[in-house]
């Protein structure tokens, strides 16, 4: 089989009602690729978070603008790459403020900025490249037990 053939690629208008469109692409690939129930869900919140960053920062309202979504088998599971052409922003920086949500309670955690540490927390990998447009690239591997119980 040829590398190219291991990549399925969708654009998709910026805007919400078509982030269900990706999240049901990603269950027909992921469960083909052997994906547990569970995995699967954690990547559809992981990559609907993404595309929902996308859909709300990447571009001015009423402008219209595109999300790429790949989906690229690897050897030992699922790459997610989401990309837009919105203004970018300073992913480094901005990590770098938001700090550690560990010893902080309710109260002391703003609404939004949660994204990225969700799509870590479900995730094997999250990489965030900024520059012309903002590309999120999110990596599962499939975990397979020896033994069925």
């Known amino acids: 089989m040829k590398p190219e053939s291991h990549v399925v690629s969708l654009t998709v208008p910026a805007e919400a009602e078509f982030i269900d469109l990706v999240r049901l692409t990603l269950y027909g690939i ?22 929902n960053n996308a859909v709300v920062h990447a571009y001015e309202p009423g402008s219209p603008g595109l999300m ?6 690897v050897e030992d599971g699922l790459r997610i790459v989401i990309k837009d052409q919105g203004p970018s ?16 309670s309710l109260n002391d955690i703003h609404v939004g900025g949660l994204g990225i540490y969700l799509m870590q927390a479900l995730m094997d990998d999250v990489e965030v ?8 690239i999110l990596t ?10």
């Open 68 to 73: 790429e979504v790949r989906f690229e088998r």
């Open 129 to 136: 490249k900024t520059g012309i447009g903002t590309e999120v």
């Open 89 to 104: 922003f300073d992913y480094a920086e901005k990590a770098r403020r938001a700090g550690s949500l560990h010893d902080k």
């Open 30 to 51: 992921s469960s083909k690729l052997g994906f547990s129930y569970e995995e699967i869900e954690d990547m559809k919140v992981a990559v609907a978070e993404a595309c």
């Open 140 to 149: 599962k591997r499939v975990c397979r037990s020896e033994e069925m119980v």
